[in-house]
């Protein structure tokens, strides 16, 4: 399944704070080329940082990845964690990149 964190921060997200994103989401996954991470201008203080995690059930790993994420980045304003199927995602994706 894929895994997006979005984090709010409470200034612009560091070069340093966006490091820390990279090792919670390679500490989540196997696949660490999977691992994109994103920040907008639009919205200077969110990042978000999108990832392949191995498919279980989401109730059984959220804890997990919201505590990954808290450790290594413990000041933002919010936690935003969402899951999706693989097959889905990139299919959201592809139909977005054809339009």
């Known amino acids: 399944m894929v895994a997006g964190v979005k984090i709010k921060f409470f200034e612009r997200p560091t070069e340093n704070e966006l490091h820390f994103m990279r090792l919670a989401a390679e500490e989540l996954t196997k ?3 999977s691992v ?5 201008d639009d ?3 969110i990042a978000s940082v999108i990832f392949r995690m191995k498919n279980e059930a989401q109730y059984k790993v959220v804890d ?4 990954t994420f808290k450790r ?5 304003s919010d936690m935003t964690i969402w899951f ?3 097959k889905v995602y990139y299919e959201d994706r592809n139909r977005k990149t054809e339009q």
């Open 64 to 67: 997990r990845v919201a505590l």
């Open 36 to 40: 994109e991470i994103s920040k907008s």
């Open 31 to 33: 696949d660490t080329f």
């Open 43 to 45: 919205l200077p203080k």
């Open 84 to 86: 999706k199927q693989e």
């Open 72 to 76: 290594l980045i413990p000041f933002y």
